[in-house]
């Protein structure tokens, strides 16, 4: 019972070689490209330009760490428990870049790919910006990609991103529009609301090309990296344990005295 | 009730900077570091130099896309099931990097670092594979990193890191012990057994002085990005339903017919 | 800094007992509490009647075992990797049960409670039926819980659910409410659309009080145990490999054949 | 090319029935089996006698909720970043369910297997029991299932479980030899290692005939039922992110105020 064809162009080995999207593995590939830019290849079946690799590299390396998160810290429990399968204590982490974290991104380039599906270089950006803000506005939805509780006035990653996809050829109509929905919505909303790090990173993502569905992973595969950092550092110095002990103790505290009571 | 002080190098924010491993990120990181020499300095806590950089993206790179493995294929299976939360088919994915794939890697890091703790320019490295390979005999162990069950006669992915490894001035003790272990296995056991693709990873991690305990973690990082790219495909040419329909179909037709009968 | 108490009601223990959910484990609940009782009591914070036992033990068993699905695979997939870790073999199988799969579940309870949030004896559902069946139409949105591709004429599994309900006084007004909206969809829709095994999952979890956003975790801890039994049948006859090589064979032969060529 | 048959006896689907394990789901399991009951028969392809039930479920209800545990820790962190996959919460939390914790239960249940894998009931246990604390010794290996850190002298869950089953006709020679191993390990150790519930459990499991490599599986499903349980908390009085900004603030303490200084 065949219903479909079952076809992938990914990668295939013969005993004497390796092949991966077209490439051989170790003439083409091993000493050619970098992981990032073997990243890139992943996602878009091409080896980047030297400005694309700049840009995406650093879009990237901006998504693999940000320290004791709660993605971090699951990984670190999982990895107390299961030392033996640090894979698992990984995946654990990922696990949790979600709505909530990396989510924004996906938002975000969503939004400017749907509504620039073909970014024609004369058209007027600020109209749609205006329709955007007021569509989310109504629906009483959070704009993605703006705004950060933390990164007060401006998150830095932002205008750092926006400075190296310029300095690339890399900043056009995707992040054009990202800045201008920004100032929109901080006349709507009547407060600052600037470009963060995810709007920034989304509106390069779909400069590269990327489709909004797979921009996600991009956080996904980074973090990975920092994860297995933080499992380093939890084999060296580790704080989970720790931690558990201190929130059991007081979450648990009234359950306490009042069976010594 | 506080046992033990909780610290974490790692990273922190503040409302202007963040900082990353004691760097400015937007500074100092981003347009500067590449997403492998990143995942070096979360491994080392340095920045690599030109060679180490070369040659850690070529191990990292090597390990990114395997096609259709068994990792590969749950993410897809998972992705099927849940593609609102892709972040989750990545994780089921890594779940299974365990012993029978990338431990290998980490099996022979290992053997190679408590054979040479300090690698000493003038040792005489012979008599130490000498003594491995009997020792492994002795327990009925498998030697890893050497052999291979498609890769014949020789896993092509070997001479090339080691190639680009010398190239880079990195092809050290570490390198030579493995290939020395390789060649008396083949003594030993009377048959070819070549260095393999995850010998000559974990020898090179070695010479980079990767702690062996983190070693699988390149595999992970590295698997990461393969796997966004499995999902990607995914998106756009399915196979997991079609494989699942498959097996059931053919697994459970003894059952099936049984019932008909 | 600390902004909020963090506190814990489910468990604790002291050196001669453990408490769980203001029950001694010991004299309480061991030996007096079934899995099934245990699990309801995880969720409803006390234990069941004989009725409420009876009813929640069959919708958690009916999701217990679905065969070879998606999540299965991924897990057997998972332990051929990493067969020293099986919990991250059930993990990656859990990892799968989102929107596709044991969502519609959530999806039915959702409906239901937000359509009946204080279900009221003398309240007449028709027209309740009549407008979410519309207003679903109107949105263009599949109505969760009814039809199957599969079962037909009619998931046998549905009518069971409800008899077993009904045997034990609670087949209520959110059971009445789905089968009311599979058959007001019939008309609407001019086909049949009884209710499904999810559907009365769904409305059976409203009757016995559980929160709509906590449905979809009966499915999951159900399926935990189902995934427990396939890494069993993988140990003693393995199909992941074979389903593996038989994939990438086909898969990637337009690869192979291209480069014989 | 087809190298092997792939078969699975587990279930199967027909338009009208579903067939689980050789029984039809709505008409032999579906309102007859318990959810315990259910986890039994996917164990070991029968159903459970009345004291089997009785047992099994015992064992299972007490892996069920320690309360904060790393594990339902990872799963709230998790849940916090990915609130719309829950299903990937619970598979964070199960990742570290590996050698630290529930596989104490399975060095025990295989320790039991290997010394007894065919309990004479007119064998002498006392000079097993000395055998095997006297090898443990000898390799330095931590005996699996005896002594506790937090439940002193006595972990009160072995000696109810060891009730549990003699009241069943199920405390045969693996409960015995269980028993004796500890007091050999008092004798040799000259301090009080009583068995623990991990050590109960897998004597237990022995009794009911389940093989040692399935049952990390038991701890395994319990505890998914359990981390459902701490998501309906983390909803409904969230500690996650709470957790998280102390430990942030604490371990990167000497961090900022570098930075301020």
Redesign the interface.
Known sequence: ?????????????????????NRD???D???K???????FL??TDRTPTAQE??VF??I???L????????A??TR??????????????????????????GSMETAARMLQEALPQPDPGIDLQPIARRLVAECRARQEIIGGIGHT???P?D??AP??F??AR?NGLHGPYCRLMTLIAEEAQHAYGKSLPVNATGAIGAIACELGL?W??V???G???R???L??????E?R?P??????????????Q???SG?RG
């Open positions: 019972m065949k219903r479909k064809r079952m076809r992938s162009d990914i990668a295939w080995s013969a005993p004497d070689r390796i092949t991966v999207k593995l170790c003439n590939i091993l000493g490209l970098s992981l990032g830019d073997m990243a992943e996602l690799s700049a590299n650093a990237a390396v901006t693999v760490e940000h320290g004791l998160t709660p993605s810290l699951a429990l999982t990895y107390a428990g299961a030392p033996e399968a640090m894979q698992a204590a990984v995946a654990a982490g990922l696990c949790g870049l979600g709505s909530v974290f990396v933390l990164h007060k401006v830095p990653r750092r991103l400075e190296i300095a489709p569905r797979i996600r992973g991009v996904v595969m980074a990975a990296i920092g297995v950092g933080h499992i380093l550092e084999m110095d704080l989970a344990y720790e931690m558990k002990a201190r929130t059991e103790d007081e979450a648990t009234h359950l306490r069976a």
